[in-house]
Structures are given as structure tokens and as C-alpha cells.
């Protein structure tokens, strides 16, 4: 149609459906174009718009659902934050709970140790002191032992007789150390032969 004006101009034809309005269309373009209008209309109202009304209203859905999930999220975060803090003081307190028995207990079990070092000593003490008495009595006796034998054998010489006998002995140096002790017997000067006191 276009071609078809444009040879009409050439021709020298006047332009447009009414003469003197040359911006008009034929009457045909106009009906064409009204039935494309129409159907292009009935297109988009039944399934352009509708399609993108649904689309929309998914991505609102989609949106507000990530919103949704996004604040669930986030009050989920926080009540593990709150959890976690929890237990975190939870443990502190107890790993200062464990800290404070374990400084107890070492304070009894040192204070257990002192106990039994102070009575291992106090018996290795007295074990000493009883072994001491014993090898004193027992040098003691042993001692008598000699100075009665030394005795006997002095006043053997003095006497000039055997005092050889041993139960005899035994009275007379027993006697003697008895009265020795008690300091009955009182040290007497001895000169040597020939000499005057």
C-alpha cells in the first residue's frame, strides 16, 4: 500500500482517503490495524498479563519468603549466639569449679603428705633411740662383763687366791657397781711399794 501512495504521488494523483487530508489512512489500513489492536489487546490481557501478574506475585512470594527465612535465620543465629554464650560461661564456670577442687585437693593431699613424712620421721626417730638404748644397755653389760673380769683378775693378784668362781664373781662385781653407781665407794690413793703415804 505504501508503494501503491507512493507511485500515486509520482503520478501527480492527490494523497491520502479524503483529498484534502493527506495524513489520513485508507479505510483499509485503519480496519487492519484496529483488528491487530484488537488481537494484540486480547493477547496481553489473557496471557501476557496474567503470566507476568504471576511472576510478579511469585517474586513477591520469593521475596517476602527470603525476608521471612532471612529474619528465621537471624533469630535462629541469635539464639545459638545466646546458646553458645551460655555454655561458654557454663564452662568457665565449671573449668573454675574443676580448678578451685584440684587447688584443694593438692592443698590435702600436700598437707596428707607432711603428715605421713611427720610420722615416718617421728618413728625413724624413735627407732633410732631404741636401737641407741639398746646398744648402750648392750654396751653396758658387755662393759660390766670386762670390769668384772678386769677386776676379778686384779683382785685375783691382790688376794692371791682364785676368784675364778662365777657366781662368786658375779655377786662381788655386781655388789661392787652397785655401790659404784651410787657413789658409796670413794677412790682411795694408791702408793706404789716402798713409798710412804
Not at 553458645?84 to 590435702?108: D, F, K, P, V
Not at 620421721?121 to 646398744?135: D, F, N, Y
Request: aromatic share 4%; glycine share 6%.
Amino acid at each position: 500500500m505504501i508503494t501503491a501512495s507512493v507511485v500515486a504521488a509520482a503520478d501527480g494523483e492527490p494523497h491520502g482517503f479524503p483529498s484534502g487530508f493527506p495524513l489520513l489512512p485508507q479505510p483499509a489500513e485503519m480496519i487492519i490495524g484496529l483488528i491487530a489492536f484488537g488481537i494484540l489487546y486480547w493477547l496481553y490481557k489473557t496471557k501476557v498479563v496474567p503470566r507476568l501478574e504471576e511472576l510478579y506475585e511469585e517474586r513477591a512470594a520469593a521475596i517476602e519468603g527470603g525476608m521471612q527465612q532471612a529474619e528465621q535465620a537471624q533469630a535462629e543465629a541469635k539464639a545459638a549466639l545466646e546458646q553458645y554464650t551460655a555454655q561458654l560461661a557454663e564452662a568457665r564456670t565449671e573449668a573454675n569449679e574443676i580448678r578451685e577442687s584440684a587447688r584443694e585437693q593438692g592443698a590435702s593431699i600436700v598437707a596428707e603428705m607432711r603428715a605421713q613424712a611427720q610420722a615416718e620421721a617421728t618413728r625413724i626417730t624413735e627407732a633410732a633411740k631404741r636401737q641407741v638404748e639398746a646398744e648402750r644397755q648392750q654396751a653396758v653389760v658387755q662393759l660390766r662383763q670386762e670390769v668384772g673380769t678386769l677386776s676379778t683378775a686384779l683382785a685375783s693378784k691382790i688376794v692371791g687366791e682364785s676368784l675364778e668362781d662365777e657366781v662368786r664373781q658375779n655377786g662381788i662385781v655386781d655388789r661392787f657397781l652397785a655401790e659404784l653407781e651410787a657413789g658409796e665407794v670413794a677412790p682411795e690413793k694408791v702408793t706404789p711399794a716402798g713409798q710412804d703415804a
